[in-house]
């Protein structure tokens, strides 16, 4: 047998390749290219000679416990991969030979999520101890099944045992600034459950919208849900909206809508988390209701949706009664309609300015001996938390609600880093936390050189970043670490307008996201997470006609120029490993047969420089990079 889990990486060697093809001789058309390329890395993956032969003829046996909800997505899913259309049944069988079998076992090896994969010439067996367990271990099935397959296809034998690392393995999709419908939302819960993330954090409420129906409420969608086009306009040029200007652009999920989306994410061993953001980010909630504004009466507060860009006086008041009881009754809506045990909060980058100013907050820091601003939005939270609490949830805020007088029983999203640092306070004042660098998981920053992507902040986050990033700070001890409740990646969509880019924006580096939340540190590496995605994975996405970066593969450029000698110096890069750079001066574009990069080299200023990444082949991976050095 083959072992290729991270002790001994195996699977990487040519000997082995060699070995393969002489032992695999019953699938030997696959031999030669057996490799570890799941994502994420499992904990042991064992290869093993011979395989099995998948075919119409196939019968899939899953518990009874589990049949209907596992059962039409196992049949689906195995159709659209591979094109056959298999007898799923539900029960036991004692058939031996050309089934897939799944089953819930006790095991103390296998934890909750956790599941055994084994395939051989004659069966499949996926073992769990629970319905996410039997999940995972198919999805992990899925990526063994050949990419492109159509038809009969030989699965290499094999034993697979994995556990995951941490119980959250989030993403963030911000539907505020951009809404995104339905059907698009159920088709990125498909691909972010096939890299076993199981939380769906739904940004649903901001100043460019509000995005939920409640019913008792209704001018938060008549009004909250739509604002003026501001289309073509870079988000921070944008101007505000006046009163009499047609409101185009948006939408919102109707409770029914949201239903379907939590049954479907429910199936998929996804679970689905609102997010309310209040007190701050509320421009979409106080234009729809300004009585929760600070100032009654005439204002010169602009009461119309955020367009883009920083919108002022988007905080509700911290000192009016009637703002809780508002509060209270969205969050009632809320808590019945999702079964999540967490509600989101939000809670963050507040502009307390008016509370400075208004009467009725001024009058609450008096007769509760607040200090300052920061102790009224600490106020604010506790009330908020009350509120959740009552309705049997717990609360999620982001990591701003540690100021002040913090919020016990909170869950902390840790995301600021520097100056401040959550990522150490909240586990070591107790809190659960969540880990949500801005540095390591926004991939709402753009991921190659600034000048070649898309609209974006003008900050890159390469995926080998986000792959690289290692969630528990070294500084907390074991019981601090124990409070970390996982990872997750957040997609801010102030600059994805559409769906093509949305998914830009998300893939690969989600599925990077995946691995670092799912696997063990000590399988992780790097060279083979990029060749497992760009050997399969890439396929696989393409298969599921899902938009995907590329930039991975760009060359960065940096250069100076030499004023002394008048001579440019240059410096290229990439994040990739195992591949070459070549580049021209000339103007023309770069083949295997122009100049090999082998370090900084000088050229005169104002030439213009082409540069790209190039495999042994010969064969272009990504973008050509074109910059004139001046």
């Not at 084994?118 to 996926?126: C, L, P, R, Y």
């Not at 409640?214 to 944008?238: E, H």
């Amino acid at each position: 047998m083959i072992n290729t889990s991270y002790k001994t990486n195996i699977y990487r060697t040519k000997t082995v390749a060699l070995l393969l093809v002489c032992l695999m001789f019953s699938v030997s058309i696959y031999a030669q290219d057996v490799q570890n390329t799941f994502i994420p890395q499992p904990e042991s993956v064992v290869y093993a000679s011979g395989g099995f032969k998948l075919d119409e003829n196939t019968k899939v046996f899953i518990p009874k416990k589990f049949s209907k909800a596992l059962a039409p997505m196992v049949s689906s899913t195995l159709t659209s991969d591979t094109g056959l259309s298999l007898t799923v049944n539900a029960g036991r069988t004692s058939a031996s030979k050309n089934v897939i079998v799944f089953e819930k076992v006790k095991n103390a090896s296998i934890e909750a999520e956790g599941y055994v994969l084994e395939v051989n010439a004659s069966k499949i067996t996926v073992k769990a101890t629970d319905y996410a367990g039997l999940f995972n271990g198919f999805q992990t099935l899925r990526q063994a099944i050949p990419a492109g397959s159509n038809g009969s296809t030989a699965i290499p034998s094999l034993i697979i045992t994995d556990n995951p690392r941490f119980h959250w393995r989030g993403v963030l999709f911000d539907v505020s600034r951009h809404f995104q419908t339905k059907a698009f939302i159920l088709k990125q819960l498909d691909v972010l459950a096939s890299y076993k993330i199981n939380k769906f954090h739904w940004h649903l409420t901001d100043d460019q919208g509000w995005r939920i129906e409640i019913k008792k409420y209704p001018n938060l969608t008549q009004k909250g849900a739509w604002r003026a086009d501001r289309t073509g306009i870079a988000w921070w040029s944008r101007e505000h909206a006046t009163a009499d200007e047609p409101k185009t652009v948006g939408g919102f999920y109707t409770q029914e809508d949201i239903k379907e989306v939590i049954a479907y994410a429910a199936a998929r061993n996804i679970e689905v988390i609102p997010e309310i953001d209040v007190p701050g980010h509320s421009k979409a909630l106080v234009a729809s209701y300004p009585e929760l504004f600070c100032f009654d009466g005439e204002t010169d507060a602009n009461f119309e949706l955020a367009t883009g860009g920083k919108a002022p006086d988007n905080a509700v008041c911290a000192g009016k009664e009637t703002t809780y009881a508002f509060l209270e009754d969205v969050i009632k809506e809320v808590a019945e309609l999702f079964p999540s045990k967490y509600i989101h909060i939000g809670g963050d980058e507040c502009n307390k300015t008016n509370w400075k100013k208004c009467p009725h907050c001024q009058k609450v820091m008096t007769d509760y001996n607040l200090a300052d601003e920061e102790e009224l939005q600490s106020h604010f939270i506790q009330k908020v938390n009350k509120i959740v609490t009552a309705q049997n949830k717990l609360m999620i805020g982001w990591d701003e609600i540690l100021s002040g007088k913090g919020a016990k029983g909170a869950t902390i999203m840790a995301w600021r880093r520097g100056r401040h640092t959550p990522e150490l306070q909240a586990p070591r004042e107790g809190y659960p936390t969540i880990m949500t660098s801005y540095l390591h998981s926004y991939i709402s920053r753009v991921q190659g050189p600034t000048f070649m992507e898309p609209e974006g902040p003008n900050s890159v986050l390469p995926l080998s970043v986000v792959y690289n990033h290692e969630p528990i700070p070294a500084e907390l001890t074991a019981k601090e670490a124990s409070r970390v409740l996982g990872n997750q990646t957040c997609l801010w969509a102030e600059f994805t307008p559409t769906e093509e880019h949305f998914e830009y924006m998300l893939y690969p580096r989600t599925l990077a996201s995946a691995e670092v939340s799912w696997s063990d540190p000590k399988v992780k590496n790097w060279e083979r997470f990029q060749n497992a995605l760009k050997s399969d994975h890439f396929k696989r996405l393409e298969r599921d006609n899902v938009n995907y970066a590329n930039s991975m593969f760009t060359v960065y450029p940096a250069f100076a120029i030499d004023q002394l000698n008048t001579e440019a110096i240059v410096f290229l890069k990439t994040e990739t490993v195992g591949f070459s750079i070549y580049y021209t001066l000339d103007g023309s574009d770069p083949t295997i047969n122009a100049i090999k990069y082998e370090g900084d080299f000088k050229t005169k200023p104002k030439t213009l420089l082409k540069a790209g990444l190039f495999n042994e082949a010969g064969e272009l991976l990504g973008e050509i990079t074109e910059i004139r050095l001046k």
